[in-house]
């Protein structure tokens, strides 16, 4: 095996005691990539070239830099996160049904307004039952299992849920996966859908056997099921015992059943395994019940779980319930308390957002919280260091957070960490009051300002009044755009960003376009960090990026108050980029019929209208947009499925009486109409039940055509 050659600066030539900070920097910044490469090389391609001692050399220089500079090591690490990288190696699959996810419950409370918002949806009096099926939350990978004719076809990872990786032979591999469905009168097109898994003991066996053999180990049991599933050799997936739990599905040509339980019932005669502690539940109680006795049994059970999922049973109501965004009305995980550990406060750091808000992170003695070990925690805001919130109110009934306290820490799920409790018994005596910081950190030593922080969060918001000039935020702004939910651009992570963005290389995202063309000048390959393959492969992932949904490139802008589903719904509302644009150049505007267009899209409302008329009216963002869009091409929306109702523009008014108005304007949604709350000239229908009003005389002065609620359901076939 031969070694990769790479143009380097001099600093992996120097011992890791005798790296200065930057140099530090830098050589862990290249040694990511390049152990990443060898990662992509193994697990995916499984063609390795480097020796197993290299590749282990680099790990421990890697780990070695990190224990000097334990800034560098984040939750981000190589060193945190071991095990398998992602597949990139397979041939990529559209799913016929989106793959979507759940919404979390935390709390009994969560789980009580989940129930009160399907009962309102579905205008259910209170004496009506609601039955859920209540089942374990399996910490696998879901797939897609597609059979025609009753035999397997394909198997499809989730991948971002509209595309999926095919790992067809690899699960053809699993005892679990039939590949003839038992049973007559079979759909012709069945998708079955459910999560892979490992069990605790064979992934501690698993890597007992990785340890022996010299081979990498894996950090848990769902990366081990992960790493297992992408092989491209599938005969290295059938040396490995994973398992599958089915739970749900995807198309199907006919439903064989009319409920949830119905379906499990029918999947376990067609051959599979569903989960045997899936139970049926007809209240609030009876859920959080089931929660609770699965939490007990969390840790005897031999697969990893991280909580129970609630599905209403009767699939005519799910159908009726529909989606928000991306997770059903129907369904929801309700999450296991978070785990927590102790351990001390050694450091406070300010960092600055990519709005510009300020928020104290907690630099901790390293500790192992449910597998995973966390050295940074958010500390949220000033106030809650304080413990004193908005109008005096306590936080930790008043107890302050100072350095060289013991303090606990939480994680739950994908949940930054954070610090929840201080030890006092143990508080060093000369631990003295933490003072927020007045100034911004950035050289500009901009003043701070506080925010009042509306909704649930404690405390008020520190914000750096730097905007545009400060540095911080420019570059959080390129994070946030290069991120894996935004641009997704290989090799181009957060080390690199902060790198480029020191050397002037990239302080906009347009220039990570033009860093092909300008790199005859800067020539990255021999300015350290990079070698030849890495910066071939960075190039090529750069241009792989220059098209892009109209979806992901709106969140990408990192305008406050737009996050993904947001952003998803204004790629659907407006569909191409220049509609959206347009729009949001009215807004800026003040143009009040622009406004109401948009506060009529379902999840849009006001603060994300001032927040993009505030963007689009900053000639600094104008600029950045302008430059970018010249580089990249902005894929306009899927269009919703086809619909006689697609595009057009409806009202709904007066009491309906075979839908709740909810399920009037999701159906609408669903179909790709825009609901809008008043009757202009460019509203398509009026849909009107008993007792409509001014809408009617409005619609009628228009020239707008009105329909019963009969007639509508006519016009989108879903006769009634
Ligand atoms: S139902 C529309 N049931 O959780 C989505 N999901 O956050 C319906 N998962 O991607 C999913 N156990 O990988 C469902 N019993 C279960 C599950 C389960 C694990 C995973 C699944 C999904 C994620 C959603």
Redesign the pocket.
């Given at each position: 095996m031969k070694s990769r050659k790479s143009a380097k600066t001099g600093a992996d030539k120097i011992e890791v005691d005798g790296l200065t900070e930057k140099q530090a920097k830098a050589e862990h910044a290249r040694l990511e990539v390049e152990i990443k490469q060898h990662d992509e090389r193994y697990y995916q391609k499984d063609a390795p070239t480097v020796s197993d001692a290299d590749y282990d050399a680099l790990r421990r220089r890697y780990v070695a830099i990190e224990e000097r500079f334990p800034d560098l090591c984040t939750l981000e690490s190589l060193s945190v996160r071991v095990g398998a990288a992602p597949a990139r190696g397979f041939a990529k699959v559209r799913h016929a049904v989106a793959?979507?996810?759940?919404d979390n419950a935390f709390s009994d409370e969560d789980v009580a307004d989940f129930v009160g918002r399907i009962r309102r949806f579905l205008n259910l009096k209170e004496a009506e039952p609601i039955v859920f099926t209540a089942?374990?939350?399996?910490d696998g990978l879901?797939m897609s299992l597609r059979y025609e004719g009753g035999q397997l076809v394909k198997g499809v990872t989730?991948g971002d849920g509209s595309e999926g990786e095919d790992v067809t032979a690899n699960v053809r591999t699993l005892k679990d996966i039939p590949h003839q469905l038992k049973g007559s009168g079979l759909p012709e097109i069945c998708e079955v859908r459910g999560?892979v898994y490992m069990t605790k003991p064979d992934f501690i066996a698993l890597n007992e056997r990785q340890k022996a053999a010299e081979e990498p180990v894996f950090a848990n049991p769902r990366n081990s099921a992960a790493g297992s599933l992408r092989q491209k050799d599938s005969s290295v997936t059938a040396s490995r015992p994973l398992h599958f739990f089915a739970?749900?599905w995807g198309q199907m040509s006919k439903m064989p059943a009319e409920t949830q339980s119905g379906m499990l019932k029918w999947f376990a005669s067609a051959g599979f395994i569903t989960n045997p502690l899936t139970k049926i539940c007809r209240s609030v109680e009876d859920l959080v019940e089931f929660h609770r006795g699965i939490e007990l049994r969390r840790a005897k059970l031999d697969y990893d779980i991280d909580g129970v999922?609630y599905k209403v049973d009767r699939l005519d109501w799910q159908g009726r319930l529909g989606f928000v965004s991306r997770s059903?009305r129907w369904?929801i995980?309700h999450k296991f308390a978070a785990e927590k550990a102790i351990t001390v406060l050694r450091d406070i750091e300010i960092q600055v957002g990519r709005t510009g808000a300020l928020t104290p992170v907690a630099k901790l003695e390293p500790v192992t919280v449910g597998g995973v070990v966390v050295q940074n925690a958010t500390l949220h805001n000033e106030d809650y260091i304080k413990g004193v919130g908005k109008d005096g109110a306590l936080i930790r009934n008043g107890v302050d957070i100072r350095i060289g306290d013991t303090v606990i820490i939480q994680r739950a799920g994908d949940v930054i960490p954070q610090v929840v409790d201080v030890v006092l018994d143990k508080r060093p005596k000369d631990a003295m009051p933490y003072h927020f910081p007045k100034k911004c950190p950035c050289h500009l030593k901009t003043d701070v300002v506080r925010e009042e922080i509306a909704g649930g969060e404690e405390g008020a918001r520190a914000r750096c009044s730097g905007e545009f000039a400060c540095p911080y935020q420019k570059i959080e702004h390129l994070k946030h755009f290069v991120s894996r939910r935004a641009f997704d651009i290989d090799g181009l992570g957060e080390k690199q960003i902060e790198l480029f963005f020191e050397n002037e290389w990239i302080v906009e995202p347009a220039e990570i376009f033009t860093l092909e063309e300008r790199n005859k000048k800067i020539k990255l390959e021999e300015q350290g960090g990079f070698g030849d393959t890495s910066v071939h492969n960075l190039f090529s992932s750069i241009r792989a990026r220059r098209d892009i949904g109209l979806d992901r490139f709106i969140y990408s802008l990192g305008i406050r108050h737009i996050g993904e589903t947001t952003a998803l719904a204004l790629a659907r509302g407006y569909g191409t980029w220049k509609a959206f644009h347009d729009a949001c150049l009215k807004l800026a505007a003040n143009d009040a019929e622009t406004r109401q267009e948009m506060d009529a899209l379902d999840q849009i409302g006001d603060t994300v209208i001032d927040s993009l008329a505030a963007y689009f009216r900053e000639k600094h963002n104008l600029g950045i947009v302008e430059r970018l869009t010249k580089r990249v091409r902005v894929l306009d929306a899927e269009k919703p499925a086809e619909s006689p109702v697609a595009g057009k523009t409806v009202v709904f008014t007066g009491s309906l009486e075979q839908m709740t108005r909810d399920e009037a304007k999701a159906m609408a949604e669903r179909l790709g109409a825009k609901v809008a709350g008043a009757v202009s000239k460019k509203t398509d229908y009026v849909v009107a039940g008993p007792g409509a009003g001014s809408k009617l005389a409005e619609a009628k002065k228009h020239g707008v055509a009105v329909l019963s609620e009969d007639e509508w359901f006519k016009l989108v076939g879903k006769g009634k």
């Open positions: 793959m979507l996810s759940l089942e374990p939350k399996i879901s989730r999560e739970y749900g999922v059903p369904a995980a």
